[in-house]
């Protein structure tokens, strides 16, 4: 089991800070380091920053947003990311959701399946090189009755293939994951719950004659050590409040299906409930400390190493730590101890 690093949003101050943090994962061995967008700060320009001042360790987007960008657009920043940092770039891809997909970028959210898979087959194209022409429910290319030509991009990656990940919660979402995709970013990810919640996933990997085999299974999950875990947990609190109760409408929120599939319906409700009335504090008290002790590593360093057997077990393949916690130093720290821990469990 591999070790990835997750930098979530920049520009708020931490900029700085998460490049020390980029750069000691790079030293310490991790695999990916990975960037989040949703209207603040963008993946592709903190990834070229973040390339451009590391060596070895691969920088991945979690996730370029699909209705922010043309498929053809995502190919060329993919493969000109790839040439810039010389192959270490990985590709992760997310519909977002209805607010930011509509409020933000004035895309309709409607049929995201259909619109990621037609998105995935034209970057696909256009990373092999191939004249892209394309005729899809979402995308045509060219246009009919216009000068537009089909194109070939003038890039040339530097690897044949650059793998593409997406970010799913839903069933269906899962399995088309398993479909077309070549690993899947996943979040509230429990290894007590995993062989239900990726029974898609497995399902979609047989639909395209394929078996988990080199397909990379990449939760973030947050870490925090120390002596109590339920201490250790408060600080996931506002995360797991935020997704659950306020990513998204009462009628359509992903992260709150997901903690009711994990048999969490009446602690989702309450959080739901108080988030969107602005009582924060009541959401996050709501926040059952199982829900977070499942999804996230927390407590004292022998119960985590205990618990990364449970995430290899569960078919993780690469572990992307999230810092919700510590200054600087104490967060530099933690990424030291994963690799102690991980190489203790005899999981490197």
């Known amino acids: 089991m591999k070790l990835g690093l997750n930098l979530g949003y920049w520009g708020a101050g931490n900029?700085?800070?998460?490049l020390v943090l980029a750069q000691d994962?790079?030293?310490?061995?991790?695999?990916?380091?990975?960037?989040?967008?949703?209207?603040?700060?963008d993946a592709a320009t903190v990834l070229t920053w973040i390339a451009a001042q590391t060596t070895r360790i691969d920088v991945g987007s979690a996730?370029?947003?699909?209705?922010?960008?043309?498929?053809?657009?995502?190919?060329?920043?993919?493969?000109?990311?790839?040439?810039?940092?010389?192959?270490?770039?990985?590709?992760?891809?997310?519909v977002s959701g209805p607010q930011v997909s509509e409020g933000w970028h004035g895309v309709r959210f409607d049929k995201p399946?259909?619109?990621?898979?037609?998105?995935?087959?034209i970057i696909r194209m256009a990373l092999a090189r191939e004249r892209v022409r394309y005729d899809g429910e979402f995308f045509t290319l060219p246009l009919p009755d216009g000068p537009g030509k089909a194109l070939t991009l003038t890039v040339h990656p530097v690897r044949d293939r650059i793998p593409i990940y997406l970010a799913a919660i839903g069933p269906r979402n899962l399995e088309l994951t398993g479909e077309i995709a070549d690993g899947w970013l996943a979040i509230f990810f429990s290894p007590?719950?995993?062989?239900?919640?990726?029974?898609?996933?497995?399902?979609?990997?047989?639909?395209?004659?394929?078996?988990?085999?080199?397909f990379d299974v990449v939760p973030t999950v947050p870490v925090v050590l120390g002596d109590d875990p339920a201490r250790c947990a408060d600080p996931v609190r506002f995360y797991s409040?935020?997704?659950?109760?306020?990513?998204?409408?009462?009628?359509r929120n992903f992260y709150h299906q997901l903690a009711c599939r994990m048999g969490y319906e009446e602690a989702a409700g309450a959080i739901q409930d108080h988030y969107?009335?602005?009582?924060?504090?009541?959401?996050?008290?709501?926040?059952?400390?199982?829900?977070?002790d499942s999804t996230a590593l927390l407590g004292p360093e022998d119960r985590v190493r205990e618990r990364l057997h449970a995430y290899a077990d569960a078919g993780v393949t690469t572990l992307t730590v999230g810092l919700y916690a510590g200054d600087l130093e104490e967060r530099r720290r933690t990424l030291q101890v994963l690799v102690d821990l991980v190489e203790q469990a005899g999981l490197a």
């Open 15 to 18: 900029d700085a800070e998460n």
């Open 25 to 41: 994962a790079d030293r310490l061995g991790y695999s990916v380091v990975w960037a989040a967008e949703a209207y603040g700060s």
């Open 63 to 94: 996730i370029f947003q699909i209705p922010g960008r043309t498929p053809a657009n995502t190919a060329m920043t993919a493969a000109t990311l790839d040439t810039l940092s010389g192959g270490r770039f990985r590709l992760g891809l997310g």
């Open 113 to 121: 399946l259909t619109r990621t898979r037609e998105y995935v087959d």
């Open 192 to 214: 007590e719950h995993a062989s239900d919640i990726m029974a898609p996933l497995v399902d979609g990997r047989h639909k395209a004659g394929l078996t988990m085999e080199g």
């Open 241 to 251: 409040a935020l997704y659950v109760g306020g990513m998204g409408s009462r009628e």
């Open 276 to 292: 969107l009335a602005k009582e924060y504090d009541a959401a996050m008290a709501a926040v059952p400390f199982d829900f977070m």
